[in-house]
């Protein structure tokens, strides 16, 4: 698809509106003309930045910025889908770089010429997830078979959370080593505060509902299994992936954050006592457990993972790590102090 006609055109269009007034409360489009000192790709992309700012944060959602938008992607997808802009893939989509703030999830099987069609409506998610600030996985708008995103990974200093998951357990060796040499490090080095901010947002998920079409109360969770979801960027952890729905209450637990970060891995390689490896565990360890307390996530849950518990267990040996901490919750020992206490009886390992 040749791209320059369209963006002139659009060019046009917004010339055309010049003299019109403004709607009230919306945020208008630049009328200057393009510039092409940098290439027609770039500037492609970066008009359809500026049309998703326009969509995204005007008061109305009218036809005009509906038509903008869709002109501006149709335009921009051949400069958008291609290997430079490629971030990730999971199970049923690719995603592709726009600029810092969005990216564009796009349906597997689907290219320029497919993906986008002239009748396609456009819509805005629901914003109830607004609040939890370390969720990208929520549409900012949808259109065809594309998504658009907020972008989790800005610069390129990110890595995703834990290994493939297998059913047996085993994991290849060259992903092994990433994620002892690589992820468990790097995972040690994040900042408690980040800790702590995933936390308060798995809290907050707990009391975020729905229901469904027979009427029933349904919380949403992550999906923690796929290690495409979970991801440290800038040394903050972020979720990327859509939340799931399940009929429980409180089902984010500690281990929707021990699973990803901590025990994803071959269960037979945690149980070896490499004492670097356990060092670098004992650090991520508390890091979770401290969030957990400061924020009071629940210590189980009813849709944890059948090897969790046996995972954490080759860490923590015999030591009844989650109990003891039940029991000092129960005693109403005071935050502070149950902290310290779990750093201890971490550092005992």
């Known amino acids: 698809m040749n791209i320059t006609p369209i ?35 770039e500037n492609a992309l970066k008009l359809l930045d500026e049309t998703i700012d326009t969509l995204v944060h005007g008061s109305e959602f009218n036809i005009v910025n509906k038509l903008r938008f869709h002109s501006m992607l149709d335009a921009a997808l051949p400069a958008l889908m291609v290997p430079e802009n490629f971030i990730n893939n999971g199970r049923a989509s690719k995603v592709y770089r726009i600029s810092d703030k969005y990216v564009a999830k796009i349906k597997r099987g689907y290219y320029p010429n497919n993906a986008l069609h002239a009748y396609d409506t456009i819509s805005l998610p629901n914003k109830k997830f607004q609040g939890l600030d370390f969720y990208y996985g929520e549409p900012v708008v949808k259109t065809g078979k594309i998504e658009i ?3 989790a990974t800005p610069t390129a200093y ?6 493939s998951y297998r059913l047996d ?5 060259s992903e092994l080593n990433r994620y002892e040499k690589e992820f468990l490090p790097k995972c040690s080095e994040v900042p408690q505060e ?13 009391h975020m509902t729905c229901r469904n079409y027979l009427g029933k109360k349904l919380t949403y969770i992550p999906d923690v299994i796929n290690p495409n979801n979970l991801m440290i960027s800038d040394n903050k952890f972020v979720l990327v992936d859509e939340l799931e729905k399940v009929p429980f209450k409180n089902p984010n637990s500690v281990y929707t954050m021990l699973d990803p970060i901590l025990l994803k891995l071959n269960p037979e390689k945690t149980a070896e006592k ?8 004992k650090t991520i360890l508390k890091k979770i457990l401290s969030a957990s307390e400061k924020h009071t996530l629940p210590l189980d849950s009813p849709i944890k993972y ?5 995972a954490l267990g080759n860490i923590v040996g015999p030591n009844n790590l989650l109990t003891d901490i039940a ?23």
């Open 274 to 281: 490499n004492n670097d490896l356990m060092d670098v565990r």
């Open 169 to 173: 357990g085993a994991v290849g060796q």
């Open 158 to 163: 990110y890595m995703c959370c834990g290994t």
């Open 327 to 349: 029991k000092m919750r129960e005693q109403n020992i005071p935050t502070n102090e149950r902290i310290n206490n779990i750093s201890e009886m971490v550092e005992q390992l």
């Open 149 to 151: 995103l907020r972008n």
């Open 7 to 41: 963006i002139n055109q659009q060019t046009s269009i917004n010339n055309v509106g010049l003299n019109k007034p403004s709607v009230k409360g919306v945020r208008q489009f630049s009328s200057k003309q393009i510039s092409f000192g940098s290439s027609k790709a």
């Open 194 to 206: 980040s800790y702590d901010n995933l936390a308060e947002n798995l809290k907050k998920l707990n």
């Open 306 to 310: 059948e090897y969790s518990e046996w």
